[in-house]
């Protein structure tokens, strides 16, 4: 279980290579020696990474994001009504803590907010300013990978808890690692406590595939920092020049695929290791899976979620769900 408390900067950088670094060469060593390649997406979220993300989603045709605020916006305070004996918000993958803004002004009882992030840095700014905004309000930073068990502190165990888990994050997991999430999520609320989960929904092709392959090249930027990233971190060689982004939808598993791919035959070496990469073979980066309605309260009620009440945005692109545990 890798639980990093953050008590103070200094330390919070020490934990930070502690959880990522031997992490991130394993996983890429392991994942290039794949028939399909792939690197895991949370791997992502270093800095720069964070900092694309940021931008990505104010792009004009990223509508995850704009959606889902629109949700929170006009329906923060309905979801508040709902959960008068929350106390303490635990939110998983946090970032840039835009939504969660919303969440807290709506919702006067919280005590406590507990934000968990693999980005030690982007973890701690945030924690830092939130302090700052809402004086009342105690927050807890986790530096934590959520797909292991996160343990809460002391503090937040006998109080009512609301997980929060916005930017459909739930669809970069593969449908049984999200019933696994989801189950651990229940574990960590405890009976009656709650998730507020925000999910992308399926919709058509060109609107899928337009917000992950702008035209500004910002999700290229994104994609290809793995390689940057790998390059620093990890002493490879990848040839920037020579990989390309590429987004794909696959209408038979309802996902999004974002791939790396190489645009001519090639060997690249991370230490002492050698790859061997052939023209338009692609390393595969990201899944980003859409659910309908009816296949996510599926997915919850798996789970042993009740679903209490769901939101959509005008164009009904992204929902928002409000789930109770059942113990
Ligand atoms: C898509 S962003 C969403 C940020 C924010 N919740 C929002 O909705 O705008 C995903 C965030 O989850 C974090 N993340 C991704 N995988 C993670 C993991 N396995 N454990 C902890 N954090 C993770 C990333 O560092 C990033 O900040």
């Known amino acids: 279980m890798s639980v990093v408390m953050l008590k103070d900067r200094a330390e919070a950088f020490e934990s930070i290579d502690g959880l990522q670094e031997g992490g991130f060469r394993d996983a890429v060593l392991r994942g290039l020696a794949l028939p399909q390649k792939m690197i895991p997406s949370r791997f992502f979220y270093d800095e720069r990474g964070s900092e694309l993300f940021e931008?990505?989603?104010?792009?004009?045709?990223?509508?995850?994001?704009?959606?889902?605020?629109?949700?929170?916006?006009?329906?923060?305070?309905?979801?508040?009504?709902?959960?008068?004996?929350?106390?303490?918000?635990?939110?998983?993958?946090?970032?840039?803590?835009?939504k969660i803004r919303a969440m807290l002004k709506a919702m006067p009882q919280l005590t406590h907010y507990a934000p968990i992030d693999i980005s030690g840095e982007i973890l701690t700014r945030e924690a830092e300013a939130l302090s700052a905004d809402f004086r009342g309000l105690k927050v807890v930073p986790i530096h934590a990978d959520f797909m292991s068990p996160v343990e809460l502190p002391q503090e937040l165990k006998d109080i009512g808890k609301l997980a929060f888990f916005p930017g459909s994050t739930i669809g970069n997991l593969e449908p049984y690692e999200a019933l696994e999430f989801l189950t651990r999520v229940r574990e960590t609320v405890g009976t009656g406590g709650h998730l507020l989960i925000g999910v992308d929904r399926k919709k058509d092709t060109e609107t899928?595939?337009?917000?992950?392959?702008?035209?500004?090249?910002?999700?290229?930027?994104?994609?290809?920092?793995?390689?940057?990233?790998?390059?620093?971190e990890l002493d490879a060689n990848f040839d920037l020049p020579s990989f390309i982004h590429e987004a794909r939808y696959n209408a038979d598993r309802g996902r999004i695929e974002m791939h790396l791919k190489s645009l001519k035959d090639q060997a690249v070496s991370i230490g002492d290791c050698h790859f061997e990469f052939t023209e338009n073979e692609t390393i595969h980066t990201e899944n980003s899976y859409k659910y309908t309605p009816e296949e996510f309260r599926l997915l919850a009620r798996a789970a042993r979620f009740e679903p209490l009440a769901t939101w959509t945005d005008t164009n009904e692109r992204f929902g928002v769900y409000l789930l109770r545990s059942e113990g």
Do not use: C, K
Not at 57 to 62: F, K
């Open 208 to 232: 899928l595939v337009r917000a992950y392959d702008d035209p500004q090249g910002v999700t290229a930027a994104f994609n290809l920092n793995l390689l940057t990233r790998a390059n620093r």
């Open 55 to 98: 931008e990505i989603t104010r792009l004009e045709v990223y509508y995850p994001t704009r959606s889902e605020m629109e949700i929170f916006d006009r329906h923060g305070a309905d979801m508040g009504a709902y959960l008068p004996e929350a106390r303490a918000l635990v939110e998983f993958g946090s970032g840039s803590s835009l």
